[in-house]
């Protein structure tokens, strides 16, 4: 179906993410005319600082009306609010009411989503969901995320806190989690804790000081992956222990839902194929085999674009559904 404003208008999506915000001008069709960023100061209001990034690509955007903005916010929203209940990496954003103040702001209705929820929709929309009905998608980066679309649509639960994969169970006796619970997958597989984990091994194991890794103190979870993939066994093995412990989370998605695509975005999956076939191996071994079989397993493919992207899509479905 083609929206009427898909060709004539444009979006504002923003991806309110620290450190870096980034924003994108967003044809009705998906496709980005203009990209905007800067540094997110994340304990100053949120509001003023992605106005200017607004402002810039209403600029930007010409003759060609702006109809609406999207926000991707890294907490829980809720829908019927349009409020933020929970952000913990980014405590300004919880001080005032986001929306309202851009929307004062920019006099542009101005819709808040979940992060995970706005990457889901563009990739959906436009990028490694497309031709799917039916979506799970996972991202993994300094923390988990997931976010389901069924049936077309984003699916927000009961009280629009769905897709909380990073906070499914795989080590009863694992290290406590942000969100009160033991062994949650964010525990191990978010970026800080591949990291965290890496360090504890080269610590007690001495054939891992032979890793390059042990000779950078300070290595991220970037370097694990690039050190993997030019052949440092040790770090392959961690990428790959990373794999193993998502597939297990997979796993359980695979078997609830019966799902016809995965799509796995996020830093940690530019690893790519080192992390995939981990991952799809263990969800394999762990789900039930007419459930695995149906389902397609495939990376991301719209990168730091998913949110902004999403977010805009979004906001475009929301300005359109108050037209009458
Ligand atoms: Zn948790």
Known sequence: MIHPTQTTSSFIGVDVYSPILRAALVKGDGSV????????????????QVERLVTELRDAAGATPVIGIGLGIPGLIDPQTNRIVI????????????????????????????DANAAAYGEYMVGAGRGSRN????????GVGGALIL?????????????????????PEGNECVCGNRGCLETVAAAPNIVRRTHERLNRDSTSSLSRLALNRNFTATDIAREARTGDDFALMMIERTGKFIGTAVAVVINLLNIERIVFGGGVMEAGELILNPIAIEAKRRSFQPCFEATQL????????????GAALLARDTTQKSVP
Request: charged share 20%.
């Open 87 to 114: 952000a913990s990496d980014l405590p300004a954003v919880l001080r005032g009411d986001l929306g309202a103040e851009l929307q004062r702001a920019t006099k542009l209705p101005a819709v808040l989503v979940n």
């Open 151 to 171: 049936d077309g649509k984003l699916w927000l639960g009961a009280t629009g806190f769905a897709g909380e994969f990073g906070h499914i169970t795989i080590d």
């Open 33 to 48: 005319l203009e990209r905007r960023q800067a540094a997110l100061d994340s304990d100053a209001s949120v509001s003023p």
């Open 135 to 142: 979506m799970f998608y996972v991202t993994i980066g300094s």
């Open 298 to 309: 495939v990376a991301a493919t719209l990168g730091a674009d998913a949110v902004p992207v």
